[in-house]
């Protein structure tokens, strides 16, 4: 049961342009959602992240946009970049109290493409 | 400040045989520590998770274990590698939220 789902394995935004990246998750007990980039063999590492208290978190280019009642969150960049080109993760987690609140559930992955 | 190490970066193994990678993590104490597998094509899967020394919880049934011996050292293994092992292994630790990743490693069983 995947209970976080990026339904686009891949996109490809020209450079400048803004990319749109989709979350969808089922847990209505996740209560934090992360974003992580990902370049080929390499971990991902740490971009954004938004409490469920919050319905937007901005961070320079990167914004993240929640909608709890849709169980949604997209990732925007703007402008895009070349070295943005990766694999972006989304991950969420939440439900009870002490170590479950700290076990990541991760999507399967957007990879991004930016088009010089 | 803190870093994860983890090795080696890349394994090629007959199936069969056995597996052992390590992670180490510095600059930090009792870290939560965790296991992931980047399966291709698929989502990163959550094998193991570790809250304390000789304290593992599995999150899937499989072909491989995982071991805490010292508190910022996680072992990954297996007696006999099958095939469908092969994957990009990732190593991580946290404390509150946020994880953060090792390097990777890269098995190919053939």
């Known amino acids: 049961d995947q209970q976080v789902k990026q339904n686009s394995p891949s996109l490809s935004v020209q450079e400048g342009r803004i990319s749109i990246l989709n979350c969808d998750y089922t847990?209505?007990?996740?209560?934090?959602f992360l974003w992580y980039k990902k370049y080929p063999a390499e971990g991902p590492t740490f971009l954004i992240s938004?409490?469920?208290?919050?319905d937007k978190n901005e961070d320079g280019r990167f914004t993240v946009f929640l909608n709890k009642s849709a169980k949604h969150l997209s990732l925007h960049i703007v402008p895009s970049q070349p070295g943005d080109s990766a694999v972006y993760f989304c991950a969420a987690s939440g439900g009870t109290l002490g170590f479950g609140n700290e076990k990541l559930t991760f999507g399967t992955g957007t990879r991004l493409t930016i088009i010089p | 400040s803190q870093t994860i190490h983890q090795w080696p970066a890349t394994l090629v193994q007959p199936v069969g045989s056995p597996l052992s990678l390590e992670c180490t993590v510095e600059?930090?104490?009792?870290?939560?520590l965790y296991w992931y597998r980047q399966a291709a094509g698929r989502g990163l899967q959550l094998l193991f998770y570790?809250?304390?020394?000789?304290?593992i919880s599995s999150e899937v049934p499989q072909n491989l274990s995982a071991s805490r011996p010292q508190d910022r050292q996680f072992i990954l293994s297996s007696k006999k590698l099958l095939l469908s092992d092969s994957g990009f292994y990732l190593c991580?630790?946290?404390?509150?939220?946020?994880?953060?990743f090792g390097s990777g490693t890269r098995l190919t069983v053939v």
């Open positions: 600059g930090t104490s009792n870290p939560n």
């Open positions: 938004i409490s469920s208290i919050k």
């Open positions: 570790s809250i304390g020394i000789d304290q």
């Open positions: 847990n209505s007990m996740f209560d934090y």
């Open positions: 991580a630790w946290s404390r509150v939220y946020g994880y953060t």
